[in-house]
């Protein structure tokens, strides 16, 4: 049985933006990613919240909560326990650049908010990624909990070109078969 299974985990959806255009979608989308996330580690709160924004308001709070005036993808605000151990913290989903970010990198929007629901949840629960080593633990948990939920690894290298609004295509350099002017000369490599 899974933790999941053990306990209800109460997920508070909020939408803050209209730029949400399929809300009730997304909402199902982020409380199962969330749920799976859940279910796969172990925590002892019972109810957390997702707000789902726009960048105008996130820049605002990434400003006043963490001195950085931009906007980002998602925030976490874990819960103090002032009171009430079963709230675990808030989500904070930025459209605008979630959206951005999905469409640079090709992958499907859905996919990538599943990603950062998941990535904001594991934030409440103590997961961090300042050093590498934090780092590569939060990814591969990450990578465990999207399986489960068939999405692919994220942080799996592709071939991607970013896209720009004007694409500009280079002729083809034709690279020729005879061989440099002194092959007996090697390039030696630091190891």
Same mark, same amino acid.
Request: proline share 5%.
């Given at each position: 049985?899974?933790?999941?299974?053990?306990?209800?985990?109460?997920?508070?959806?909020?939408?803050?933006?209209?730029?949400?255009?399929?809300?009730?979608?997304?909402?199902?989308?982020?409380?199962?990613?969330? *749920?799976?996330?859940?279910?796969?580690?172990?925590?002892?709160? *019972?109810?957390?919240?997702?707000?789902?924004?726009?960048?105008?308001?996130?820049? $605002?709070?990434?400003?006043?909560?963490?001195?950085?005036?931009?906007?980002?993808?998602?925030?976490?605000?874990?819960?103090?326990?002032?009171?009430?151990?079963?709230? $675990?913290?808030?989500?904070?989903?930025?459209?605008?650049?979630?959206?951005?970010?999905?469409?640079?990198?090709?992958?499907?929007?859905?996919?990538?908010?599943?990603?950062?629901?998941?990535h904001g949840f594991l934030h409440l629960v103590g997961y961090d990624h300042q050093r590498n080593l934090e780092a590569a633990a939060m990814e591969n948990i990450e990578r465990?909990?999207?399986?489960?939920?068939?999405?692919?690894?994220?942080?799996?290298? *592709?071939?991607?070109?970013?896209?720009?609004?004007?694409?500009?295509?280079?002729?083809?350099?034709?690279?020729?078969?005879?061989?440099?002017?002194?092959?007996?000369?090697?390039?030696? *490599?630091?190891?």
């Amino acid at each position: 049985m899974t933790l999941a299974a053990r306990f209800t985990l109460k997920i508070d959806v909020l939408v803050d933006s209209e730029r949400w255009k399929d809300a009730e979608r997304i909402k199902s989308m982020v409380r199962r990613a969330v *749920t799976q996330a859940a279910g796969t580690v172990s925590t002892t709160g *019972t109810e957390l919240a997702i707000v789902l924004t726009d960048d105008s308001a996130i820049r $605002l709070l990434n400003r006043d909560w963490r001195g950085i005036d931009a906007a980002t993808n998602v925030l976490s605000f874990p819960a103090k326990n002032a009171g009430d151990a079963r709230h $675990l913290g808030d989500i904070v989903l930025a459209f605008e650049t979630i959206a951005r970010e999905a469409r640079n990198e090709r992958k499907p929007l859905a996919h990538h908010i599943a990603h950062l629901a998941v990535h904001g949840f594991l934030h409440l629960v103590g997961y961090d990624h300042q050093r590498n080593l934090e780092a590569a633990a939060m990814e591969n948990i990450e990578r465990e909990i999207l399986r489960q939920l068939a999405i692919p690894d994220p942080y799996r290298p *592709t071939n991607y070109r970013p896209r720009t609004s004007q694409t500009s295509r280079k002729p083809a350099v034709r690279r020729s078969n005879r061989q440099s002017p002194n092959p007996s000369k090697k390039r030696s *490599t630091k190891s």
